[in-house]
């Protein structure tokens, strides 16, 4: 079994930042053997994936969020993050944490979820 629980979502301006983290746990996680992602799905549109990291630290980025977001692994705390610059209202919706042992890509996500973090770019 493979728990993601995420955090740091919450309320900012345009223009602000924030960090989401998804901590990862269970018997069955390893740091050296599971791939890493971000998804986002807002309201009324299909989910996307924002951001992964594969096992050996390889990281690909969804051309809306490229040069904005940034996202890292911490392996001996079985964490994941994504740091994000500069938001905008487009980057408004629930970000959701995915873990897996393959590869991951757009259609292909991981096995593994979370629960989701609302992230809200407002004035």
């Known amino acids: 079994q493979v728990q993601l629980v995420e955090s740091g979502g919450g309320l900012v301006q345009p223009g602000g930042s924030l960090r989401l983290s998804c901590a990862a746990s269970g018997s069955d996680f390893s740091s050296t053997t599971f791939h890493m992602a971000w998804f986002r799905q807002a309201q009324g549109k299909q989910r996307e994936l924002v951001a992964d990291i594969t096992r050996s630290g390889s990281t690909n980025y969804a051309d809306s969020v490229k040069g904005r977001f940034t996202i890292s692994r911490d392996s001996a705390k079985n964490t994941v993050y994504l740091q994000m610059n500069s938001l905008n209202p487009e980057d408004t919706a629930v970000y959701y944490c995915?873990?897996?042992?393959?590869?991951?890509?757009?259609?292909?996500?991981?096995?593994?979820w979370g629960r989701g973090t609302q992230v809200t770019v407002s004035s």
């Open positions: 995915n873990a897996g042992r393959w590869s991951i890509s757009s259609i292909s996500p991981g096995y593994y």
